[in-house]
Every structure is written in structure tokens, then in C-alpha cells.
């Protein structure tokens, strides 16, 4: 591998970048498969001479045995994706390229040339993997030690020494060639390059669901940087084409809109997971981030994993992030089922079956098999943060709250700049009633990462604190995330804009209507509309199922009480509150002065639900600090 000045070519409106394999028209990319970049760069490159049919054939497939008919398909590609009559076709002889091309040299340009590992087309079946996993694993290990040993000696022009902490976005990967096959790669290749670098103490890394917005879009660069309060942004495009794959990428600096590095991959598509390492591994070395011994091991560990088993674990984490929960877990399943050692798809999985348990009410059975999943991720690598977060939100869930302070605080002690173990701390906080110690930490992890649950959960400790303002103001802007309009709803209802909450409730139940809190969201909005026997109905119909499939999730089981309170039926909602305070949610003072539950503390027994929440949340404090 070298640090080369490579030449460009430019013709009318286009640039043409070999070194990069990359098309760009007015400066936007224009996705070409692999032998119609080569065949391009062979004519624009020859000077305007006439070239004929056997010599393209020989330059374009040196190696290989074609029919003339692959270079009419490839010349007549060509020509609709350039979109005006450039080549020249000569009866009989051959092809010319009509437009004067200017060869431009910049020596302050310099591209990374990484290595190019061929490997043969075909599927690898399980049975006969022992002879591939050697192989690849091989083959990995020299793509590692060649890119070590070439960062060692060429540090990359234009980076400077770190003094603090670099703070990156890694943007979706832009699909060059708009394919619904292929979309998939998009999201989920950025999202493993994220979690590759999660341990990396000079990098606050956003995380996914906080880039999840700029999938399938051109983007500001400084907008972006701005909102998302990064100093540097990793960008990407990708082209597939049968089985193989072409991927670039730019690390770029956000304040000079410079380029700190980039670099093209040519790899055959079952090498997928040679991505994330060789990115993760370029974007330390372009920052000049020093890495402890601890990091630079576990940055360097490369996991060797059956392909079909990562595509299906790369479409899952799509699926999850779209909130296709049923979809993710047939992918998930299917991972593991293929390579049961790797650990990222069972900690996603365990994720998955939280998520539809709780919100789609899936229940007792999923939440057995999410715990199983945990689990295995955490037996396979016992430290993986990941692993461990999703975990503690899982144990805070499921009215174990006590034991997923432990957890987060031993992740904290070895990653103490980690934003998700500081928001699941907060989040364990607030079920058990430190509600001030909820908003510190939820504030520290914003502080951290601006965009840190963004698109899925909210601040409640201010509103339990009763500061809805701020509480308004800590929630996204989007208005198509139902999640966070029940919530809205929910802070303007208890502020008294009760027209303005009806809206709200109303569109968390059109934008998701399975979803618990939106449906918790309809009974409230039949409250607004003087409906109270539809909300009633709501409310009964909601806890008939939580009962019968034994949802945990004691927060959201409170909501259907302060439903239940609002509809006039203050004995139902202190059977909810009992439900919540034995499922592990006993914010005592909250109950106190929660203004939506007036109607059930004028039942006698709230006094004695109170009562054990309040010893619950004492002993929680004792314990925690």
C-alpha cells in the first residue's frame, strides 16, 4: 500500500477520478458498474484516438473470454449515463472518445490506493467452511497487518496531533445504484463502523439512530455538523454489482469542509466485515488519535464471520432502525442461526425481542428469549459495551432496576465519556425515584453527544419534576417519530394545552397505532374530546392484554394509570400504580404531586401503594449512590 499523487480527467461537465473510481457530474456521482468505469477510463484517456473493438476488449477483460456483445451493452450504458452523445462509434473498427479531456496533476491531492483482495465468486455452504474460514481469516489478518504497518510509517497529510477529543458522525453510505436489494447497506454499514469505534476514549462517535434521519439524502455538510455538533463527518457511497462491491469513503474535516482522508475498496460483497475495520482503522489513524494498549486491541480484534450470517445481521439492524421489529428479528434469527459466535447479533437480537415485548405487547415469552440473547452476547464478550447497555435497559424494564445500576456504573468506571451508559443510567434513575440524578446524567450524556436517544426517548425526569417546559424543549423536533408526539401530547395535556395534546395524541395513534403508548395516547384524547367510555374502553382493552401476555415496561404501565385517573375511574388507576410499583418503577414523590393521578390518591389504598414505593425507592437510594 502507498500514498500516491494520481492524475483526474476533466471533459465538459464531468471529472473522472480512476484512483477513486469515481464519476462525477457537476459534482455529484454517477453510479457505473465496474467494467463501464473501466471501459470509460480507457477512452478518456486515449487521447481522442480511435480504438478498436479488440483492444477495448483486452485492456477491459485482460483475463478473461467475452463476446463483443458485453461491450455494446457497456458502450451503450455509457452513453445513458452520461447522458449526451460523447462516444463516437466507427463502423466496424472500433470507438472514440469526442471530447478534449484535460489531465490534471494536483500534488496537494493524494489517495490512499488500499489493497485489492480477489476472491472467487460462489456461496461458501456451512458444511464446507472449515477450509473458508481459514482462508478469510488469513486474508484478514493481512489486510490488518499490511494497513498497521503502512499507518505506522505514512502519517496522512494534513492531520494534526490530538489534543481532544475528536467528535465524528458517521453519515449512511449513499447508494449510488438506488437498488431496493441493496439499500440495506446503507444504514448498517455505517452503523458498524460506529460501533467498531465505540470504544475509542478520543472519539465521542454519534450514534446511529442520531444519523438515521440522513439516509437516502444529499446533505449540508455544515448543517449537519452543526446539528449534530461534530467537528468531523465521515461520508460514503457504495455501488454494488453482482458480487462485487465498491465502496468510498471521505473523512472530512466540518469547519474547512477539507478532506483528512479518503479511500476506495474494491472487494467481492461475502467480504463485507473487512469494512468496518479497515474504515474504523483509518479514521484513528487520519485523526491522529492515540489509542491505549486496551483500545488498540480491541480495535485490531477481528472477528471472523460467515457472510450470509452478517448480511442477514447487517439487514436486521436496518429493519430495527425503521422500526420494522417483526422483520429484524426473522433477519437477526437467521444470524445467528448461521454463526451463533457472533456477538453483535445477539445483543441486537435480546434489543429486538425487548422492543416488540414491551411495545407491541409480545410479552412474557420474548422477554425470555431477549434475556437468553443478553445473555449468550455477554458470554461470548463479557466487556462489550453494547451488550452490557442494552442489557441494563432491559433489567430497568423488567423491574430489576437494582441490577442494572451495577452494570452501567462498571461500564462507566472503564468508558466514563460514554453517552448511551450515562442516558441508561438516567433512565435507571428516574424508575427508582432519583429524579434529579436522572436529569444530571440524561444531561451529561446530551453534553456528551447532543443527539443521544434523539429519536426515541425522552428526558422524563423533567417532567416528572413538574418543569415541563424544559421538559418540551429537551424532545425532538420531529413530528413523525409516535414515540415522541404521545409525549408531547402528554406534557401539554398536564400544562393544560388540552387542544393542542389532542393533536398530538391523535397523530402518535395514525403514525403508529399498535404502539402502547399511543394507544395509552387514544384514551387520553377521548378524555379531551368528553368521550369517557371510549377512553375507558381504551384503557380496559390495553390492560386485558398487558395482563393476559404479562408485558413488564412498569413506566408505561403508570401511563394507563393516569389514563384510567383522568376518565374519572380512580380505582383502576391505583391497580395500575400497585402493577407498577411491584414491576419496578416507584418514583414516590412523583406519585405525590403527579396532577393526573388526583382521582386515585382520593382512593383509600393509594396510601398503602404509596407506602411501598417509598421503602422500595429508600433501599434504591442506599444501594445506588
Given at each position: 500500500?502507498?500514498l ?5 480527467y476533466?471533459?465538459d461537465e464531468?471529472?473522472l ?9 457537476n459534482?455529484?456521482p454517477i453510479p ?6 473501466d ?5 478518456a484517456?486515449s487521447?481522442g484516438?480511435?480504438?478498436?473493438k479488440?483492444?477495448?476488449l ?5 483475463d478473461s ?6 461491450l455494446?451493452?457497456?458502450i ?23 471530447p478534449k479531456?484535460r489531465?490534471i496533476?494536483d500534488p496537494?491531492?493524494t489517495?490512499?490506493?488500499?489493497p485489492?483482495?480477489a ?7 456451512v458444511s464446507?467452511s472449515?477450509r473458508w474460514w481459514?482462508i478469510a481469516?488469513a486474508?484478514a ?6 494497513a498497521?504497518?503502512?499507518m ?12 481532544s477529543?475528536?467528535?465524528?458522525a458517521?453519515?449512511p453510505f ?9 439499500d440495506f447497506?446503507g444504514y448498517?454499514l ?5 460501533t467498531?469505534?465505540?470504544?475509542v476514549?478520543?472519539?465521542r462517535?454519534?450514534p ?8 437516502d439524502q444529499t446533505?449540508?455538510?455544515?448543517k449537519?455538523?452543526a446539528?449534530l455538533?461534530?467537528?468531523t463527518?465521515l461520508t460514503g457511497s457504495f455501488?454494488?454489482?453482482g458480487?462485487?462491491?465498491r ?8 469547519a474547512t469542509?477539507?478532506i ?10 461475502d ?10 482503522r483509518?479514521i484513528?489513524?487520519?485523526?491522529s488519535?492515540?489509542l491505549?494498549?486496551?483500545e488498540n486491541?480491541k480495535?485490531?480484534?477481528?472477528q471472523?464471520?460467515?457472510p450470509v450470517?452478517y448480511?442477514y445481521f447487517?439487514?436486521?439492524?436496518d429493519?430495527y432502525a ?9 433477519m437477526?434469527e ?5 454463526d451463533?459466535?457472533?456477538t453483535?447479533?445477539w445483543a441486537?437480537?435480546g434489543?429486538?425481542y425487548?422492543?416488540?415485548?414491551s411495545f407491541?405487547?409480545g ?5 425470555q428469549?431477549?434475556?437468553s440473547?443478553?445473555?449468550?452476547a ?14 441494563a435497559?432491559?433489567?430497568?424494564d423488567t423491574?430489576?432496576?437494582?441490577q442494572?445500576?451495577p452494570?452501567?456504573?462498571?461500564a ?8 448511551e451508559v450515562?442516558w441508561?443510567?438516567?433512565?435507571a434513575y428516574?424508575?427508582g425515584?432519583?429524579?434529579?440524578e436522572s ?5 451529561r450524556?446530551r453534553e456528551l453527544?447532543p443527539?443521544v436517544k434523539?429519536?426515541s426517548s425522552a428526558m ?9 417546559d ?5 424532545l ?5 417519530v ?9 406534557a401539554?395535556?398536564?400544562?393544560g394545552s388540552?387542544?393542542?395534546?389532542l393533536?398530538d395524541f ?7 397505532p399498535?404502539?402502547?403508548?399511543a394507544?395509552?395516547?387514544?384514551a387520553?384524547?377521548?378524555s379531551?374530546a368528553g368521550k369517557?367510555e371510549?377512553?375507558?374502553?381504551i384503557a380496559?382493552?390495553?390492560?386485558r392484554?398487558?395482563?393476559a401476555?404479562?408485558?413488564?415496561d412498569?413506566?408505561a404501565v403508570y401511563k394507563?394509570g393516569?389514563?384510567y ?10 391497580r395500575m ?8 418503577f416507584?418514583?414516590a414523590?412523583?406519585f405525590?404531586?403527579?396532577?393526573l ?5 382520593r ?7 404509596l ?7 429508600q433501599?434504591f ?5
Amino acid at each position: 500500500m502507498s500514498l500516491e499523487t494520481k492524475p483526474f480527467y476533466e471533459f465538459d461537465e464531468f471529472r473522472l477520478d480512476p484512483a477513486e473510481q469515481l464519476l462525477l457530474r457537476n459534482n455529484q456521482p454517477i453510479p457505473l458498474s465496474p467494467k463501464s468505469f473501466d471501459l470509460l477510463t480507457v477512452l478518456a484517456t486515449s487521447g481522442g484516438k480511435l480504438i478498436s473493438k479488440d483492444e477495448l476488449l483486452r485492456q477491459v477483460w485482460p483475463d478473461s473470454f467475452v463476446e463483443e456483445a458485453n461491450l455494446t451493452v457497456n458502450i451503450s450504458t455509457l452513453r445513458k449515463a452520461l447522458g449526451c452523445e460523447l462516444i463516437e462509434t466507427v463502423p466496424k473498427r472500433g470507438y472514440r472518445f469526442l471530447p478534449k479531456v484535460r489531465e490534471i496533476r494536483d500534488p496537494d491531492i493524494t489517495t490512499v490506493a488500499p489493497p485489492v483482495v480477489a476472491v472467487s465468486p460462489g456461496q461458501h455452504s456451512v458444511s464446507d467452511s472449515k477450509r473458508w474460514w481459514l482462508i478469510a481469516g488469513a486474508v484478514a489478518l493481512l489486510l490488518l497487518a499490511m494497513a498497521a504497518a503502512w499507518m505506522l510509517r505514512t502519517p496522512l497529510r494534513g492531520a494534526a496531533p490530538s489534543t481532544s477529543a475528536h467528535r465524528l458522525a458517521v453519515l449512511p453510505f449513499q447508494n449510488l445504484k438506488k437498488d431496493d436489494a441493496s439499500d440495506f447497506l446503507g444504514y448498517s454499514l455505517a452503523d458498524a463502523v460506529i460501533t467498531k469505534l465505540d470504544t475509542v476514549g478520543d472519539l465521542r462517535v454519534r450514534p446511529s439512530y442520531a444519523v438515521a434521519r440522513y439516509r437516502d439524502q444529499t446533505v449540508d455538510m455544515k448543517k449537519v455538523a452543526a446539528d449534530l455538533k461534530v467537528d468531523t463527518l465521515l461520508t460514503g457511497s457504495f455501488l454494488r454489482d453482482g458480487d462485487d462491491l465498491r465502496i468510498h469513503c471521505q473523512l472530512i474535516d466540518a469547519a474547512t469542509e477539507n478532506i483528512v482522508w479518503k479511500g476506495a475498496f474494491d472487494l467481492k460483497y461475502d467480504k463485507l466485515l473487512n469494512v468496518q475495520d479497515t474504515v474504523a482503522r483509518q479514521i484513528v489513524h487520519g485523526l491522529s488519535v492515540q489509542l491505549s494498549p486496551s483500545e488498540n486491541e480491541k480495535l485490531a480484534r477481528q472477528q471472523i464471520v460467515n457472510p450470509v450470517a452478517y448480511e442477514y445481521f447487517l439487514r436486521g439492524l436496518d429493519l430495527y432502525a425503521k422500526s420494522d421489529y417483526p422483520t429484524a428479528i426473522k433477519m437477526l434469527e437467521q444470524s445467528v442461526a448461521l454463526d451463533a459466535n457472533y456477538t453483535p447479533a445477539w445483543a441486537n437480537l435480546g434489543r429486538t425481542y425487548t422492543a416488540i415485548a414491551s411495545f407491541d405487547l409480545g410479552g412474557k415469552e420474548l422477554y425470555q428469549k431477549a434475556e437468553s440473547a443478553f445473555e449468550r452476547a455477554l458470554k461470548l464478550e463479557p466487556s462489550d459495551i453494547e451488550s452490557t447497555v442494552y442489557l441494563a435497559n432491559f433489567l430497568s424494564d423488567t423491574g430489576r432496576v437494582e441490577q442494572a445500576v451495577p452494570l452501567l456504573k462498571k461500564a462507566l468506571a472503564a468508558n466514563p465519556n460514554h453517552a448511551e451508559v450515562h442516558w441508561e443510567l438516567g433512565y435507571a434513575y428516574r424508575f427508582g425515584g432519583m429524579l434529579r440524578e436522572s436529569v444530571r446524567e440524561s444531561e451529561r450524556a446530551r453534553e456528551l453527544d447532543p443527539g443521544v436517544k434523539l429519536n426515541s426517548s425522552a428526558m422524563n425526569g423533567y417532567l416528572y419534576l413538574g418543569e415541563y417546559d424544559r421538559f418540551l424543549a429537551s424532545l425532538p423536533a420531529q413530528d413523525d417519530v409516535a414515540f415522541v408526539a404521545f409525549y408531547k401530547g402528554l406534557a401539554k395535556y398536564v400544562a393544560g394545552s388540552r387542544t393542542a395534546a389532542l393533536e398530538d395524541f391523535t397523530r402518535a395513534g395514525r403514525l403508529q397505532p399498535k404502539l402502547l403508548h399511543a394507544r395509552i395516547g387514544m384514551a387520553f384524547a377521548a378524555s379531551i374530546a368528553g368521550k369517557r367510555e371510549d377512553g375507558l374502553r381504551i384503557a380496559r382493552d390495553i390492560e386485558r392484554e398487558i395482563r393476559a401476555r404479562d408485558v413488564k415496561d412498569p413506566e408505561a404501565v403508570y401511563k394507563i394509570g393516569e389514563a384510567y385517573s383522568v376518565l374519572g375511574d380512580g380505582i383502576s388507576a391505583v391497580r395500575m400504580l400497585k402493577s407498577s410499583v411491584e414491576g419496578g418503577f416507584f418514583p414516590a414523590e412523583y406519585f405525590v404531586r403527579d396532577p393526573l393521578m388526583e382521582n386515585a390518591r382520593r382512593v383509600p389504598e393509594f396510601a398503602t401503594v404509596l407506602q411501598s414505593a417509598r421503602q422500595r425507592e429508600q433501599s434504591f437510594a442506599r444501594t445506588a449512590q
